[in-house]
């Protein structure tokens, strides 16, 4: 089977493409035959080395989600049955025509779907569902997310409006994307080298972090909270936090799925439903063959991306 892994750490061209023996699943693992591969801003950071990425062994697979078909069963899997169409996320070794997803983490894929659609959703949609979930925004408070034109950030300017957020103020690099978050419903569009972002907010969603946190954090009115779910670090002044009373909490999908398995899987059946419905659009920026991956991390690094940058294996 072809897979790509890196052997060093670096940009784009540290990837590469290579004949592997297929893995055997585990206990309470799914063998899957991938037919569509998420590309995510944390597993290129990964592949350069930044932040918790530098402790990976190598050589390593990338890639933390996927979707495709069930070929093989490990021991003590129920609930499952080769055949089945799943996504699951994976937190590693993605990037390949198998991959083995953990069945805690998988869940069936509804008929009407594509496996590229279902990738764009899933992980994305979890993450905003579980920042939203974390934020807890009232009826009268408002929302400012950085990256919203990313694969999570513009699922989370879709959820936030419908769950009533009155004011939802999506935060980017480049004035260009404006009509695609205006299109989605955003109430403001601002970008990261605006002078001002407007009005405070109560809430922050915070995507991309590093030299932009301590903006972030600025955004807040006083007493706001700021939910940090990126993988690029950062640091903040600990008086804004007294001086402001703001708040700031760490979110990963690996300690919510844990901690919050019922609602992981109402989140789940939400997006599905949200998704069947029209109400929500994952937006597909690009599909590209495996081979390309290095193409697709490039894409992700310009952040070049209105929406999701999927490989098609």
């Known amino acids: ?32 035959r991938t037919e569509a591969i998420g590309v995510t801003l944390p597993v290129v ?3 350069r080395g930044d932040g918790k990425g530098g402790g990976v062994p190598l050589p390593c697979v990338p890639g933390d989600e996927i979707a ?16 089945d169409r799943v996504t699951s996320l ?3 070794g993605a990037y ?7 069945t805690f983490m998988a869940g069936h894929i509804p008929d009407a779907m594509s496996a590229v659609q279902a990738v764009a959703l899933v992980r994305p949609g979890h993450v905003a569902l579980a920042a939203l979930s974390t934020a807890a ?17 513009h699922l989370a300017v879709q959820l936030a409006k419908l769950q009533g957020v009155p004011r939802v103020v999506a935060a980017v690099s480049s004035a260009a994307k404006a009509e695609f978050l205006y299109g989605l419903g955003a109430d403001e569009v ?20 590093g030299d932009l946190l301590p903006r972030a954090l ?23 936090l007294l001086a402001g009373s703001k708040t700031i909490t760490g979110l990963t999908m690996r300690r919510f799925v844990s901690v919050h398995q019922q609602l992981y899987r109402r989140h789940r059946a939400r997006l599905w439903e949200l998704a069947g419905s029209g109400r929500v659009r994952a937006a597909v920026h690009a599909e590209l063959p495996l081979a390309d991956a290095a193409k697709a991390h490039e894409i992700i690094e310009a952040r070049a991306n209105q929406g999701k940058v999927v490989l098609v294996p």
């Open 218 to 240: 600025g955004a807040l009115a006083p007493g706001g909270r700021l939910i940090f779910f990126n993988s690029g670090g950062g640091t903040v002044p600990a008086f804004e």
């Open 96 to 102: 390949g025509e198998l991959a083995l997803a953990p």
């Open 90 to 92: 994976t937190f590693s």
């Open 190 to 209: 601002v970008t990261y080298d605006q002078e001002s972002w407007g009005e405070p907010v109560d809430v922050v969603l915070d995507g991309v972090g």
């Open 45 to 47: 950071r990964r592949v």
């Open 1 to 32: 089977m072809r897979q790509v892994r890196f052997h060093t750490y670096g940009g784009p061209e540290a990837l590469r493409v290579e004949e592997v023996e297929a893995p055997e699943p585990g206990p309470g693992e799914l063998l899957v």
């Open 68 to 83: 495709g078909e069930v070929i093989a069963l490990g021991p003590e899997v129920t609930g499952f049955a080769v055949g």
């Open 137 to 153: 925004p009232t009826g009268t408070e408002s929302v400012l997310i950085t990256g919203a034109a990313g694969a999570t950030g």
